[in-house]
């Protein structure tokens, strides 16, 4: 049933989980009901999503979208497909796709631009993937030779002086609301005068690396963060501004400032997600409110690039998934998750492209298939079992067992 999770340690937890048999009564033992029923009882989309919704603290919502971005199923609970709440790690995705709409914008090679038009991102050059933070922020040294692709990769090396590269500078989620520049500056600055890494030496999962490509997409287009999604993800998608917001401190309280929160701090709803993930399913054909096509949103160079293995050489240092054992690859934003993760060419043969977010959110694309999902949850640890199975878990295993039924709907 589960035909792609061939990684040692999954299969060791799917063993485990063999000791929990369909009889067991699920309201007398949660944590044994729970994966039986995501990983063997269910046989339909409906029946393993009201299975899983048992695991979720506020609710959830599943929909599936065929190859022209047409949704073809959708099923809710509570949580439904138009409530807007924090994705977590699928910020990462979004602060991609507007690194490249800038790109492509000021190229003058994608349209709905506002006033991010030709040329008009050109501090320290025309903006591009292999811009530095040198050229851009006037960073000197090794630092300066940073590029923005290794920053969206996570492989420039900015690991805030932690061993494992897993460290966030505090400034990240501290910046005042409505932050001015010099201190926007002073934090990225900060972290690079903590970081230690090598810029393409190490791949290293971190909020850092976003942080100060967002500072450089500032500066380079001479406009704030808040600009730049308006103008180029919010306005030609039809977001809802009020709602679709950035927010360093993705748990709330005090207000602050989202203008170096890529990584993490979006609060965005399923539905309005799934219009931008189209343009990543189709070559560059996002969906507007009213489900139109927005033509030219990207260009057909920039969906392969985000999508495509940005490794460059580098090594895996720290990934959030090595406690389960994965080693998988990424691109910008993304996860790559494949069987051969060692080599570009055979991972690409069975790759599920992802950014799963640390609540359980989870939007992934099938390019083989030809078809993307969005599982959207918010699971921040209410429910007891949450303690021993984390969000992240609960929503893979879910996805791995429908991915099969996916299939047979769409016939391929």
Known sequence: MIQILKKTSVLVVLGFLNFCQPGVDKDNA??????????????????????????????????????????????QNTLDYTTYKPIASGSKWVTAVTAMRAIDCNAGTAGTCGTVTNGSCATGGT????????????????????????????????????????GQASCISTLPAVASASEKTACVETIRDQSTGTPGALYQYNSNHMAVAQRMLEVSCNKTWAELFTQLIVTPLGWDANQAVWSGNSRGGTATDGSLSGAF????????????????????????????????????????EILADQYQGATIGYSQFASFGYRWQYGLGNWRYCTVTNVPSECDKDL???????????????????????????????????????????????????RPLIHTQLGR
């Open 265 to 304: 701090g979006l609060t965005i709803s399923p539905d309005a997600y799934a219009r931008m993930l189209a343009a990543l399913l189709t070559g560059g054909t996002a969906k507007n409110a009213a489900g139109a096509n927005v033509t030219n949103f990207l260009t057909a160079n920039s969906v392969t």
């Open 352 to 402: 599920i492209s992802h950014s799963m977010g640390i609540n359980g959110f989870y939007p992934w694309i099938d390019k083989n298939k030809n078809y993307m999902a969005i599982l959207a949850v918010n699971n921040i640890g209410r429910k007891n079992s949450l303690s021993l199975v984390p969000a992240t878990a609960t929503s893979l295993f879910f996805a791995e067992t429908v």
């Open 30 to 75: 949660f944590e044994a009901g729970l994966f039986t029923g995501i990983l063997s009882s269910c046989y339909s989309l409906d029946s393993c999503f009201d299975n899983y919704t048992r695991s979720t603290d506020e609710g959830a919502s599943f929909q599936v979208y065929n190859e022209t971005a047409t949704r073809i199923y959708a099923r």
């Open 127 to 166: 903006l591009n993937l292999s811009r530095t933070t040198g050229e851009v922020l006037g960073w000197t040294g090794t630092k300066g030779t940073i590029t923005l692709r290794q920053l969206l990769a996570f492989t420039s090396g900015l690991n805030a002086g932690g061993s494992s590269g897993s």
